[in-house]
């Protein structure tokens, strides 16, 4: 598998927005593919912002590939379906990774954002 990060991912448009359906939850979610360190997704009440990887984080998001972490970012995937099809698993704080994913399906800021390779 290449090397992947935020850089790679080819996003074309906004990296961070407010995002209503986080407001009130605080974390840092590290988004990981596989078993490679893709970026952090910061959520700071309402607003969400990716970032390189790096720092703590609450808890880690284990996709099974670059589309299921593009539909997450976008807010089309659901954690208990996710889970349930073996596409990704959380780790660490898990109730508040539920939250995030949850919060971003309520309004995502990277719904519109164009990822390299990938159709809207």
Known sequence: MENQNVE???AHGIL???AP???GI???MRLVIGDQPVGVLDV???RAKLLPDGGPVDVTAVLATRDTLIRLLRGQINPVVMALQSLGRLQGD???GVKIVYGLRAGSPFAQ???EGKEQ
């Open 113 to 115: 954002t164009t990822f």
């Open 94 to 96: 898990r109730e508040r």
């Open 8 to 10: 790679s991912l080819g």
């Open 44 to 46: 700071d009440n309402g």
């Open 26 to 28: 605080v974390g840092r």
């Open 16 to 18: 961070e927005g407010d």
């Open 21 to 23: 359906g986080l407001a």
